[in-house]
């Protein structure tokens, strides 16, 4: 099984520019998210999503977004890149939250902004 | 809203030694889960342990064990025997027991393993 399979898995962008960050699973799970890692902060939650058609913001949501048209996909959109925005992404699914299902999580894109 | 607290940021292990990894969380539930993730050099998130709030009994993994006390809302992690392959980030994280709940992480801590 692939499961979760994020690309790029390093990228480079200018201040400004904008990108799409991939996201696909295989294993039929409802429920997908966006998280960003930064140094001494954890893993935030940017963006998530229960199901094809609905999305929800997380705790720094600000500057990007997402949308969910398969139950296969959830891309993260970054509009017009900032330096603040420089961190590893992660994307990672995992069947409804009930019952305590653990995240499966892709292996991160490290992003840099100049 | 539910936090979860990681206060060390770093510990150190002898090679076959055993260590403890604190966490605390704060939540007005009563049905919720608690993770332990691992994170080696590679970046990649990797599920250690899984812990049920309406379980008393501490779950275990190999060389990997909770001490988990709902009353204090604390939820530690135990490495046995530690091992080279053990050097890595550590997060603690939480998640409500509702459907399309959301996972909650701690900040991680580093851990190192001395030879």
């Known amino acids: 099984n692939a499961g979760v399979t994020q690309t790029p898995k390093f990228q480079v962008l200018k201040t400004g520019q904008s990108m799409t960050l991939q996201c696909a699973q295989d294993?039929?799970?409802?429920?997908m998210s966006w998280y960003r890692q930064d140094p001494g902060m954890g893993l935030r939650l940017i963006h998530y999503?229960?199901?094809?058609?609905?999305?929800d913001q997380g705790e720094v949501p600000n500057g990007y977004n997402v949308s969910r048209s398969t139950t296969e996909d959830f891309p993260l959109r970054l509009l017009s890149a900032a330096p603040s925005q420089t961190s590893v992404y992660f994307c990672?699914?995992?069947?409804?939250?009930?019952?305590?299902?653990?995240?499966?999580f892709g292996n991160g894109t490290r992003l840099t902004v100049t | 809203a539910q936090t979860v607290t990681q206060s060390q940021p770093e510990m150190s292990v002898q090679e076959a030694e055993t260590v403890t990894l604190s966490c605390t969380y704060d939540t007005s539930e009563s049905d919720y889960y608690l993770f332990w993730y691992k994170q080696p050099p590679s970046r990649q998130m990797i599920l250690v342990i899984r812990q049920e709030a309406y379980k008393q009994q501490n779950a275990t993994e190999n060389r990997f064990s909770v001490n988990f006390q709902k009353a204090a809302k604390s939820f530690s992690l135990k490495i046995s025997d530690s091992q080279l392959g053990d050097a890595a980030m550590y997060f603690c994280a939480y998640r409500s027991a509702g459907a399309n709940s959301k996972l909650t992480f701690g900040k991680g801590i580093t851990l190192s393993v001395r030879p």
């Open positions: 999503s229960v199901g094809a058609g609905i999305t």
């Open positions: 990672a699914s995992s069947y409804s939250g009930g019952w305590g299902s653990p995240l499966h």
């Open positions: 294993m039929n799970h409802e429920y």
